[in-house]
């Protein structure tokens, strides 16, 4: 069975472009999460849908968003970039809602921002 | 609010000596808690899970975790590592107030030396 896949893996972007990133899941999973990892704060939730619904947010400003669509990919957008927005950006799916399904994780974007 | 304390931000050790990596976490209220590793350059892989049951948690590659109530901890250990070891090891609690998130400690980074 495929693993999480996550594109592009890399992205450099200018401060004030938006960016759109990429997760297809494991096949059959419907959760999929995402989460932002930097060095000095650690792995931050961003978001989870299910079922292409937003199921529960993290504290990120309005900037961040995300959907999903009837086949269970999902895409995270970030509009108007900052330097801080600098990351990797990682998306987990499960088969089933909340933290006592499994979370699978992709191997993530590395997105720097100039 | 629940956080994630990991009480070292690295680890060194030699190949074959056991090693224990500290997590503490602060609420008290019933939580699931989990320890991730991720190797270079990947996504993270699920170790252990505690949800219920024995306070003894047996994962993947040899390691094992135990839940402590009383002192909130859940520290994860191995008798005797192996240089493919070498990673970043999370641990993570339920949010008490919410069973669809994660909150995450910063990591310790394993490295073991032959």
């Known amino acids: 069975k495929a693993g999480v896949t996550q594109t592009p893996r890399y992205l450099i972007k200018t401060r004030g472009q938006q960016v759109t990133l990429s997760c297809s899941p494991i096949?059959?999973?419907?959760?999929v999460s995402w989460y932002q990892q930097t060095p000095g704060q650690g792995l931050q939730f961003l978001f989870e849908y299910f079922s292409e619904t937003q199921r529960n947010k993290g504290n990120f400003p309005g900037r961040f968003s995300g959907r999903q669509f009837s086949n269970s990919r999902s895409e995270m957008n970030v509009s108007t970039l900052e330097l801080g927005d600098s990351a990797l950006y990682l998306c987990a799916s499960s088969s089933g809602q909340g933290v006592t399904y499994e979370q699978y994780f992709g191997p993530g974007t590395r997105l720097t921002v100039t | 609010a629940q956080s994630v304390t990991q009480l070292d931000s690295q680890v060194p050790v030699f190949e074959e000596a056991p090693v224990e990596l500290r997590c503490n976490y602060s609420s008290s209220v019933s939580v699931y808690l989990f320890w991730y590793v991720q190797y270079p350059n990947q996504g993270l892989q699920l170790l252990l899970k505690?949800?219920?049951?024995s306070t003894l948690v047996k994962g993947i590659n040899g390691f094992e975790a135990e839940f402590n109530k009383s002192q909130t901890s859940f520290h994860l250990r191995k008798p005797s590592v192996h240089i493919s070891d070498t990673a970043e090891y999370f641990c993570a609690v339920s949010d008490p107030g919410n069973n669809r998130k994660l909150i995450w400690g910063l990591g310790t980074s394993l490295a073991v030396n032959p």
């Open positions: 505690y949800l219920s049951g």
């Open positions: 096949s059959g999973h419907r959760s």
